[in-house]
Structures are given as structure tokens and as C-alpha cells.
């Protein structure tokens, strides 16, 4: 008979493999994912898709000037880029936690920071040449003036090619 202490030991092990699994997966769809996009030269597909830019757009440049210590630029890129790692965190945490009421918390916190990046990208597109958005109109140095625009759907630009 197994004793009480044995299972939860081996349900840990079982628990932190299963992790490095998942970690090892969603690294392997992301390097792949990269590499399509790159070889396929999309960018964004939500903007190919829809021709205006998703609700993380500028989060890359965002991240590369906060690397280069920009923090003006960086949050003029994108104004909660900070949020991800976060974010991230509590998706992880959220599978070991026992409680509900500790995981309803997360589920909580989780929905309210994608609440919070659905409201900045609807004040984003409504008003396209936001760079200045937290610098009340004044753009940092090296941002582009206007880092949101809209644009055709790549697949509306490639059917119009083959329809002319």
C-alpha cells in the first residue's frame, strides 16, 4: 500500500515533467510559427487577415526598446508591454494552485488584464497616430509618428491581384 506522502511526491514529479512538456511544446510552435511567418514574410496575422493591427500590436518593439532602456518609446509602442511576463506568471501558476477561491482570483486577474489590452487597442484605433498616447501628444525620440495604420488585408490585396 502506497503511503499518502508517496503519491503526492510522485504526482509533484509527474506535475513539473508535465510542465517541461508543455514549456517544450509551446517553444516548438512558437520556433515554427516564427519560422512560417518569416519565410512567408506575414508579419502579423491577425493584421493579414483583417488589414488592422491585433490588440498586441507593437509589443515586440515595445520589448526591444525597454531592453535598450527607451522606456518612453517602449511605452509608446505599446503602453502595458510590462503586463506580459505577468501575465504569463499567473497562466502558470494557475494550474498548481489547490484552492478555488485562490484560482478564481487568477481567472480574475487573467480577464482583467486582457479586458485592459482590448480597452487600449479600442483607444489605439480610434485615434491611428497615437504614439503620444501617455506623453500627452508628444512622440519620444525614435518612435515613429504614427506606429498604428490601417491597411488592406494582405488576402484581399492577393485576391484583387488574381481577379484583375
Known amino acids: ?48 487577415l483583417t488589414g488592422i493591427p ?19 518609446a517602449a511605452l509608446a509602442y505599446h503602453p502595458l508591454f510590462w503586463m506580459v511576463p505577468p501575465m504569463f506568471a499567473l497562466a502558470c501558476a494557475r494550474d498548481y494552485v489547490t484552492t478555488t477561491r485562490t484560482r478564481k482570483t487568477i481567472d480574475a486577474a487573467l480577464v482583467a488584464i486582457c479586458l485592459l489590452l482590448v480597452a487600449v ?11 503620444g498616447l501617455l506623453f500627452g501628444g508628444h512622440v519620444p525620440v525614435g518612435v515613429p509618428a504614427d506606429i498604428i495604420y490601417l491597411e488592406q488585408p494582405r488576402w484581399l490585396i492577393i485576391l484583387r491581384s488574381y481577379l484583375s
Open 54 to 72: 491585433c490588440p498586441g500590436c507593437g509589443m515586440t518593439r515595445a520589448w526591444l526598446a525597454a531592453f535598450g532602456l527607451d522606456w518612453r
Open 121 to 131: 487597442w479600442a483607444i489605439r484605433l480610434v485615434n491611428p497616430a497615437d504614439a
Open 1 to 48: 500500500m502506497r503511503s499518502n506522502s508517496d503519491s503526492q511526491a510522485r504526482s509533484k514529479t509527474r506535475g513539473t515533467a508535465g510542465l517541461f512538456r508543455r514549456a517544450l511544446l509551446f517553444a516548438a510552435i512558437l520556433a515554427l510559427s516564427c519560422l512560417v511567418l518569416y519565410v512567408t514574410g506575414i508579419g502579423c496575422p491577425f493584421r493579414a
